[in-house]
């Protein structure tokens, strides 16, 4: 038994093995510590995010940060200050006898989580779901309903004076907050969750939004 041990011993190849501790080493202190031109470009991109909160806290227009995503072709937007998280389209349980906006409840954490059809609340068409369909959490001081969109782009920021008034009209556009040149609908994240219309089994924070034709 002895003399095998020693015999796989003396197959190890030990400075290769060292040499591969010592690169696996070199690769986490790297990941823990970055080098200095990463360091210094996180350093900048930190300065330049306070130099921005700075010309805001010093007077300058305002800017407001979006979650954007697209909806029947469509692309929309709402302030990610109303947005606790965005999730994956996985199992969400139909509600029989509900209005056909709402798509279902589903679970987030042991909590159970209205689900609705954001195509049929905003009056758009819906072709059904793929890969790429997410849920938009909703909410402000903690998660009151989730929203369907057909892919979420990115968090962008622009000037709060370049979404132009749209006044509410048909029930579609009830909780539009405006329109930007680029044809980006911004939502009004205030109205939406302020809808009694989509609290289920909870009260709202206000008044429905009145949806006057």
Known sequence: MTRTIRQKDKSIDWPSVREQLAAANRATEE???P????????????ARTLAKREATDSGDEARLELVVFTLAREHYAIETRFVREVLRLNSVAPVPGAPDFLLGLTSLRGEILPVFDSRKLFGLAAKGL?????LIVLGEREAAFAILADHVEDVAEIPASAVEHSPHGESARAYLRG??????IVLDGALLLSDAALFIGRPAAAPAVSRSA
């Not at 080098?35 to 930190?46: G, N, P, Q």
């Not at 793929?130 to 997410?134: E, K």
């Not at 329109?179 to 980006?184: E, F, G, I, N, R």
């Open 35 to 46: 080098s200095a031109s990463r360091a210094a470009s996180i350093l900048e991109a930190r």
């Open 179 to 184: 329109v930007t040149k680029s044809a980006l």
């Open 130 to 134: 793929s890969d790429l369909s997410r």
């Open 31 to 33: 990941a823990l510590a």
